[in-house]
């Protein structure tokens, strides 16, 4: 990727971020209730104590200029809903926990995808791609919050074999890892399956084959390389769904992550907690986007 356009691809992700921010630091504002509403209303003098502790007492664009003010220097401010808890320590304890378990799940994914699309497409129209392709099938049209506590019922109620959620050992890694990891098997699996094909069909594949390479040669430094291109042009997609999609999965499992502090953040009005939550995963879409980017960009170059 050249660096000219490697700068304007920054230049407008870090302007799309910006226009998200502000936009939910807009929507966060009108949304009615506030992050001291209880069942009880407090005194008024408590309330105003709050309000002029956290500065929710300032003008709406005094708010955003402190918080944005903030943002550009690393500090995301206090939390709302944990006392005495700055938003970035919170964030820097919970990611660890998304990135581990977004990261196994994605991986996983890919080490099955490629065996399995490639015995899809060498079985081609024959009952193991019928199968294959019928369970990739069911795996797509299963959400995460339906297969989440369809394996905590299999694995941990009826079989007993795994913990039903927690955090801190490897075992209880296993089941949100593969609730996270299935639907991107599935999809995965027929990208691979779908480049194979295309390119054995191709003339250029035809041409080398008939030149006598061997089939390990053909496979690995022809067909692979292109039949690969979709599955990277997936993967940036697909990291960015498990970054900001795993609220559902950490709050079946209890795992403390950025998604169950978003949830709590969100149902709590804790304005500062979500804002960090929503700049950290706008962060690190533009970093998988650009890391892609480059990695298609090398692998383009090598093609042509």
């Known amino acids: 990727m050249k660096l000219p356009r ?5 230049l407008e992700a870090a302007l799309t971020l910006w226009l ?5 630091f807009v929507l966060l504002r009108l949304a009615p209730g506030g992050p001291f509403d209880g069942e009880r209303a407090a005194p008024p003098e408590i309330e105003a104590a709050l ?22 220097r690393g500090d995301l401010g ?9 938003v970035g320590d919170l964030i820097l304890q919970a990611l660890p926990v998304t990135l581990i378990t977004g990261g196994l799940a994605l991986l996983l994914a890919i080490a099955l995808a490629l065996p399995l699309g490639w015995l899809a497409a060498r079985a081609h129209g024959r009952w193991p791609d019928r199968l294959l392709m019928g369970v990739s099938g069911l795996g797509l ?4 919050y339906v297969v989440a506590p369809l394996l905590v ?9 795994l913990p039903a959620g927690g955090w801190g050992r490897i075992d209880q890694l296993v089941l949100p890892v593969l609730a996270l990891s299935l639907p991107n098997l599935a999809y995965a699996a027929r990208l691979v399956r779908a480049g194979l094909l295309e390119a054995w069909e191709s003339d250029w594949y035809r041409a080398a084959r008939a030149r006598g390479l061997p089939s390990s040669s053909l496979l690995l430094r022809h067909a692979a390389p292109v039949a690969l291109l979709p599955l990277l042009a997936w993967i940036a997609p697909a990291a960015i769904n498990l970054l900001s999609g795993s609220a559902v999965v950490e709050q079946i499992f ?5 998604g169950r502090y978003f949830v709590q953040g969100a149902l709590n009005r804790d304005y500062t907690l979500v804002l960090g939550v ?6 690190g879409i533009v970093l998988v986007n650009a890391a892609v980017d480059g990695l298609r960009a090398r692998i383009e170059q090598r093609e042509s």
């Open 6 to 10: 490697l700068a304007s691809r920054l």
């Open 20 to 24: 998200l921010l502000s936009l939910c």
């Open 51 to 72: 309000a002029q502790a956290y500065r929710l007492d300032a003008p709406l664009w005094q708010q955003y200029v402190d918080w944005f003010g903030g943002l550009l």
């Open 78 to 86: 206090p939390s709302f809903t944990y006392p005495d808890q700055q």
């Open 141 to 144: 049209a299963l959400p995460k």
């Open 153 to 161: 019922l299999l694995f941990a109620v009826l079989l007993k074999l």
């Open 254 to 258: 209890g795992l403390p992550g950025l």
């Open 278 to 283: 929503v700049a950290t995963v706008g962060v």
